[in-house]
């Protein structure tokens, strides 16, 4: 099966040089260790053990294979090559970071983080920037937050913050 428009379509890593961005690690967000320093004296324990309580409890989350994982699909009527820019700006600029970027037979796949807060540890997320030719372009966003069976919104609220952000980038270009 062959792809026609793959040849017409601009490269990810055409706009990155282009916009002179390099993929880099994503924000970290706050240390475990800033945000046990908050909570240990809120259930009356030593931040050190409040620490260890915290760090044990995620480990067996992960070795329970808990996760947190939510998907965001959207739809733009802006062509491919602006979706695309868009993203790699929004990314790059938010929170999330850009930490791989790779083109694919249908559009390009965007990876970043999800920085660790008060609520959660940190996580990953993954943008599916797919080419629809002259019905647009669709985006399907991905969060993983492991260890966690619930993260309270984090990772659907990271998906449509930067979906949102990449959608005014659009209308610029």
Same mark, same amino acid.
């Not at 908050?38 to 409040?50: E, I, R, T, V, Y």
């Not at 993954?126 to 372009?137: A, R, S, W």
């Given at each position: ?24 690690? @994503? ?25 260890? %309580? &915290? ?16 998907? %965001? ?9 602006? &979706? ?5 700006? @929004? ?33 990953? &997320? ?11 372009? !669709? ?27 990449? !959608?005014?980038? @659009?209308?610029?270009?």
């Amino acid at each position: 099966m062959s792809d026609s428009g793959k040849s017409d379509r601009i490269s990810v890593q055409d706009i990155l040089a282009e916009q002179g961005i390099r993929t880099a690690s @994503a924000a970290s967000g706050d240390s475990k260790s800033t945000i046990t320093t908050g909570l240990a004296g809120g259930a009356d324990m030593s931040k050190g053990d409040f620490l260890g %309580v &915290v760090l044990v409890g995620e480990q067996l989350g992960k070795g329970l294979g808990l996760s947190s994982k939510k998907e %965001v699909t959207r739809h733009f009527r802006d062509p491919y090559d602006i &979706v695309l820019k868009a993203m790699v700006l @929004a990314m790059s600029a938010g929170d999330t970071g850009l930490t791989a970027a790779t083109d694919t037979r249908r559009g390009a796949i965007l990876m970043g983080g999800m920085p660790s807060d008060i609520l959660s540890t940190g996580g990953r &997320v993954e943008f599916d920037v797919v080419d629809l030719g002259q019905d647009g372009t !669709e985006v399907i966003g991905a969060s993983e937050i492991k260890g966690q069976m619930f993260a309270w919104g984090k990772g659907k609220r990271t998906l449509n913050g930067v979906l949102d952000e990449a !959608e005014r980038m @659009a209308r610029r270009l």
